[in-house]
């Protein structure tokens, strides 16, 4: 089966590279996502845009608009969410970086299929007025809007921002732009199962939902209670049109992942959530 995978990263992120090298054990290059790419047959993949001006400064309200793909030159396999850096709209020159924003999207080089904020990593609402343009733009140009909920990566975390309930006001403010619940909005999986259910307009990627090596993700397959935190939520929307796989590579290793997220559901569903929705929720 063909697969796509709708969230990696793809950034030269000090914190991405110690844990690919210390917990998941993957090569994070270039050439490390191509073999892994092959050898899983997925045959698009899409990087969450995010930088950092200095080693170790991840989140970095420095970043300038938009935050890219930086790691190498991107495979031909992977497209782009662009990152938006929130603190630099605010109190910078709002206009310069939504032009930039806006021309990279225009930019066919960059292979820009939607637009990826980071709540929890930066302490602004989803309904500030600083998203309220990014949403604006997203709708001009038709692009999903992939949106970090659950816990950070990190231990500078502003967790009550990364909330999936807090989706729900801008998914009925914006009913012709479609948002993406990023992992799930795990550990709150019910919470953003009931806004994914609320929404038509909302839907879930399957990242991040355990990371690792193939012996931390056999873990968490094993526990019970973990599959079943996952799989309630998946049962309470009840509608696998509204699911996309994605990883989080590098923070897990491919292929042993693909086999965690397959074991979550009916393999009936399998094709939609591991390619056919990616297709329609990012235009491929």
Known sequence: MEIIDCHIHFSAIQLFAKTAQEVSNVKYSRVGLEDELEQCNIIRCIGMGVTETT?????????????????????????????????????????????????????KNSKVIGLKVYPGYYPYDLTDSNYQQIYQLAKKHKLPVVIHCGDTFCEKGHLGYSHPIEVNKIAMQHRDVKFVIAHFGNPWVVDAAMVISNNPNVYADLSGLTIGSKKEISKARASLLLTNHIKTGLAYVGDYSKFMFGSDWPLVQLKPYISYVKKLMPAKFHRKVFYENAIRVFGL
């Open 55 to 107: 080693p170790g400064k991840f989140p970095d309200a420095d970043s300038p608009n938009p935050m890219n793909l930086d790691l190498e030159t991107p495979p031909s396999q992977l497209h782009s969410c662009l990152g938006i850096n929130p603190v630099k709209i605010k109190y910078d020159n709002d206009e310069k970086e939504l032009k930039n924003i806006d021309l990279s999207i225009k930019d």
